[in-house]
């Protein structure tokens, strides 16, 4: 669950996806494989339910699709540290302070820059700028992933081993400075 209306989002996109919201404790690979209609992606959304005081283990069905799950993949905010995370905890950790960017003048916004050129930057100019809300962020990543995007932190990464994408900033907030919408399309 996020505040920001993910799945609108994503339903407002010309894709013509329709999406299923699931909660953290019920996300399994044998959850997905019951689905009716298979999905064609999966999108792990920010959590504001303040999860590093939540036991690890109530995750452990989402750290299991994304080790295991062959669907393309975007994890946003939380979504983006539990795929670092699915290959140890400690891959996240607390920033010891709270990025809310989307929040602040737009004077404060940090640039995130992009270190690799890859399709799902597509239309999207280097030294962008995007809402973020969180205070925890991804300080190393798995060794399947590789590092796209950064300010002062990771921001984007992506699998060198299948189709699987993280960001720490939010696309899908519809405020007139989001220079990152367009990632979540792409």
Partial sequence: YTFTELAAHIESLPLRLKT???????????????????????????????????PM????????????????????????????????????RSMGWADISAMEPRTRMTK??????????????????APEIHGWAVVDPADEFQVIAASDYIQAQRSTK??????????????AYNHGRKFIEN
């Avoid at 690979?29 to 298979?38: D, G, H, N, V």
């Avoid at 995130?112 to 280097?126: M, R, S, T």
């Avoid at 299948?162 to 405020?175: P, S, T």
């Fill in 162 to 175: 299948r189709l699987m994408y993280g960001a720490q900033f939010h696309g899908e907030i519809n405020v």
């Fill in 57 to 92: 283990y109530e995750h452990n069905g989402e750290f299991e699709i994304i080790r295991e799950c062959g669907l393309p993949m975007l994890g946003i905010c939380a979504g983006h540290q539990f795929m670092a995370m699915a290959y140890g905890y400690t891959r996240a």
């Fill in 20 to 54: 299923v919201t699931v909660p953290y404790y019920e996300a399994s690979m044998a959850m997905i494989e019951k689905l009716p209609t298979k999905p064609v992606a999966i999108v792990l959304s920010g959590n504001n339910a303040d999860y590093p005081h939540l």
């Fill in 112 to 129: 995130i820059k992009i270190l690799k050129k890859d399709p799902i930057f597509h239309g999207i100019k280097n030294n962008f700028v």
